[in-house]
């Protein structure tokens, strides 16, 4: 399991329940936590010491949050990111005609764009930049389509699945996601693209240093 982030007053919390659980873990602040984010919290710990990732960081339309502080916060991350070569858990909501400017000049990428929810012609773009694509329980909600077409066109090789716990709950549960549901997730992504996934999977975490 692999715990992100979301904002400096958690990053304690995600570092011992990782350590007490043996999860893997990601610190960075998420835009949803910007609205509340007080000037004396930093955007990113000094240290990232056992962090196996960046993140969540991102860019979200729906928080509220105005675009020049969200963009100012992403580049943070970004640029930690190409410096201690720790790959990024990106966090894109409504926003992607902005994100993918902003991101072309720190190409080649390392990291993933999370619970995909571009639309598929946008596919391409993130993996031309390095960048792998997950899905979570998004594809497996009755009338997914866009989700679908654009879990097809994610080549092998950049493929991810996840839980997005507590987020996007896989059918046929209601309520909070949890890593336990993955085995359903797998099960559809692996229908909708006609081939076995789990091997795959598999390498594209372990090259991300997410599984060891
Ligand atoms: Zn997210």
Known sequence: MLIPSVDAARWPTVRSIAKDFGCRFALGTHPYALAAHSPEDPFLPDDLTGAVAIGECGLDGAVGVPWELQERVLRLHLERSKDTDLPLILHAYGCHNRLLPLLRPYAPLRGVMHAYSGGPELVSAYVKM??????????????????????????????????????????????????????????????????????ALWENAHGLGWIS
């Open 130 to 199: 390095g960048l792998h694509l997950s899905f979570g329980g998004a594809i497996t909600w009755e009338g997914a389509r866009k989700p679908l077409e654009s879990l097809r066109r994610v080549p092998r090789h950049r493929l991810l699945l996840e839980s997005d716990g507590p987020d996007q709950c896989p059918r046929p549960w209601k309520g909070r996601s949890e890593p336990a549901y993955l085995p359903e997730i797998l099960r559809v992504a692996e229908q909708v693209r006609g081939e076995p996934l789990a091997e």
